[in-house]
């Protein structure tokens, strides 16, 4: 389910050339497998304790769902998003302002939390203005895995 929301997502806001993501994206197949893997390596960090997960569920079906470090990501109270996804058809209905904002709710693991880091490609505009509106603020932060020639990084005061 996550990478088929995923690949309709960048197609949403792309089209069909994958590539232009990465090179090895030579088919809708590739870029699906790719994004299993990931989702398999979100489980396991979630299963060793290496991360938080929220999940939105609406009529018993997962919408949307979060993935956050759980541990400091640069310093005392600085927590990166890992992983946002949303349905496509349940896409700028709130759930991802919601599901940012249940994160850091009192009583959720991150209570604790002063910042919270997120990191998104320069062509996700849906994500940007998201992020925007709810008050993050681009951010030096990048993370070791990504490029600033292709993502921007914002953060945002959440305690």
């Given at each position: 389910i996550y990478a088929q929301s995923l690949l309709a997502s960048y197609?949403?806001?792309?089209?069909?050339?994958?590539?232009?993501?990465?090179?090895?994206?030579?088919?809708?197949?590739?870029?699906?497998?790719?994004?299993?893997?990931?989702?398999?390596?979100?489980?396991?960090?979630?299963?060793?304790?290496?991360?938080?997960?929220?999940?939105?569920?609406?009529?018993?079906?997962?919408?949307?769902?979060?993935?956050?470090?759980?541990?400091?990501?640069?310093?005392?109270?600085?927590?990166?998003?890992r992983e946002m996804a949303v349905d496509n058809d349940f896409k700028r209905k709130g759930i991802g302002s919601a599901l940012l904002q249940a994160i850091t709710h009192p009583g959720s693991p991150l209570t604790d939390a002063k910042t919270l880091l997120v990191i998104t490609r320069k062509m996700n505009i849906p994500s940007i203005k998201l992020f925007e509106k709810l008050g993050y603020v681009e951010s030096d932060y990048m993370h070791p895995d990504y490029s600033s020639e292709k993502y921007l990084s914002f953060e945002k005061k959440v305690n």
């Open positions: 197609k949403n806001l792309i089209g069909n050339d994958l590539s232009s993501l990465n090179d090895k994206f030579v088919s809708d197949e590739a870029f699906i497998e790719h994004y299993n893997q990931v989702f398999e390596r979100e489980v396991t960090a979630l299963n060793n304790g290496e991360c938080y997960f929220l999940s939105a569920i609406q009529d018993g079906k997962p919408v949307g769902w979060i993935t956050v470090d759980s541990k400091p990501s640069r310093g005392q109270g600085e927590f990166y998003l």
